[in-house]
């Protein structure tokens, strides 16, 4: 069952759904316009073409978007595979109110309807709301930007779960609600943040895994030149679960602390690397058997390189700790390489590869596993704001449980226009 809103994201919301009446209030006092509120720098003409409509100073977007897929496999399996045609429409809204010329409340929603047609019993239908949705507001006083945010999604697919198999949904409610302060001194920003997050799972077997975390964020950036930034970050987290259905996981501690670097190596070639200590301490006493605490590294290294006018491709790599799902946590190495080419006009591809290595803590039931995917989308502008989009993903899993392993083809086409 999906748990109430946060009182942040009701207060959002709340701000978000005045500012039309406000707007009237200030044009009646003789305080800014919509009119004036929408010519300050980032949020005139530009805005106004990208935006469909206002509501006094609040300015609207809204675009839609209708998906038909073809899955040979949705509950990932290796034996009992089940296929079927998904039908997704959706919807996104997006909004701004510039509460002044620098302050900004801004909405960003999509939700849709995942409807699977030959296996409906299956689970897998339903709402969903996209993982980009969120309320901020952005706060700025001197020389220091606070930013107040709440983000939230509803999903179903459990395909970017590579610790699950043998599942046609995993449907968790995520909301995350927070503040990040930026302060500019100089050369140096410095960074500080804390932010509430909630995972709720609505299947039955897995609610085991609802759990909330405190998270705490510290960065110094050290702007060295206009093309170069360099610091070190940490994250400490205190993770707790719910223990809805008796203590399966293990409640945990712990703290990533490291360097990082962002180069401009040319005006056609940009690198971003970090690393450091990923340490976590479990309380034990889980019936998942596993007394294992994190005590590994974590790394990214990207790159982004434009290779002509018409081809972009980047790259990343790195290691990082998940959440574990039958243990405290799963180690994952992983890869991922696109290329954007736009080889016609009003048309553009874009293939990709991927691979993760995922390896599970000492717990009683675990699992190593390794996933290859690769995949294309070929976009096509229909016109100023209808275009189309084909595409085709296909992943294998091979895990050292047997019964985990899978492959999965998926055959998609996309519809998209703006209103």
């Known amino acids: 069952m999906i748990r109430g809103p946060t009182p942040l994201l009701c ?27 929408t010519t300050a720098p980032g949020k005139g003409a530009a805005a106004d073409q990208y935006y469909n409509f206002k509501a006094g100073p609040v300015l609207f977007r809204l675009d839609g978007s209708g998906s038909v897929a073809y899955n040979d ?4 399996s290796q034996n009992q595979r089940l296929s079927d045609i998904i039908v997704t429409p959706e919807l996104n809204v997006k909004s701004i109110y510039p509460v002044t010329d620098s302050n900004t409340l801004e909405m960003d929603v999509g939700f849709g309807y995942e409807k699977y047609i030959f296996h409906p019993d299956a689970g897998g239908s339903g709402l969903i709301i996209t993982p980009d949705s969120a309320l901020q507001f952005n706060l700025y006083v ?21 610790q699950l198999s043998n599942i046609t949904s995993f449907e968790r409610f995520e909301n995350t609600a927070g503040v990040l302060v930026d302060w500019r001194l100089g050369d140096l920003i410095w960074s500080s943040g804390y932010d509430y997050e909630d995972f709720w799972v609505t299947n039955a077997s897995f609610r085991y895994l609802d759990h909330h975390s405190d998270i705490f964020t510290q960065k110094l950036t050290f702007v060295l030149s206009p093309t170069l930034q360099a610091g070190i970050s940490a994250t400490y987290t205190m993770l707790d679960y719910d223990d809805t259905d008796g203590t399966v996981e293990n409640n945990g501690n712990g703290f990533e602390i490291g360097p990082f670097v962002a180069a401009q190596i040319t005006e056609n070639f940009a690198v971003n690397a970090g690393c450091g200590i990923d340490y976590t301490t479990y ?21 982004s390189h434009r290779i002509n006018p018409q081809m972009m491709e980047s790259l990343t790599v790195g290691r ?29 591809a874009s293939p990709y590869l991927l691979f993760e290595n995922l390896s599970d803590s000492e717990a009683a039931e675990r699992e190593n596993a390794n ?3 690769a995949g294309f989308t070929i ?18 899993k091979d895990s050292d449980n047997a019964d985990a392993s899978y492959y999965q083809d998926q055959w ?8």
């Open 11 to 37: 207060l959002l919301f709340c701000l978000w759904a005045a500012g039309p009446f406000l707007g009237l209030a200030q044009e009646e006092d003789g305080g800014t316009t919509s009119a004036e509120a």
């Open 73 to 76: 496999n949705i509950n990932l």
């Open 142 to 162: 001197g020389d220091v930007k606070i930013n107040f945010h709440d983000r939230f999604s509803l999903q179903r697919d459990p395909l970017p779960f590579g």
């Open 283 to 303: 309380s034990g006493g889980g019936t998942n058997d596993d007394q294992e605490d994190l005590d590994s590294w974590y790394a990214t290294l990207g790159f």
């Open 320 to 348: 990082d700790a998940l959440d574990g799902i039958t243990s405290n946590f799963t180690e994952r190495n992983y890869g991922k390489y696109m290329l954007h080419w736009n080889f016609a006009d009003k048309w553009s």
């Open 371 to 373: 996933r290859l995917g």
């Open 379 to 396: 976009d096509h502008q229909l016109s100023e704001k209808g275009a189309i989009q084909f595409g085709y993903d296909y992943i294998v």
């Open 412 to 419: 998609k086409v996309n519809f998209q226009w703006q209103f």
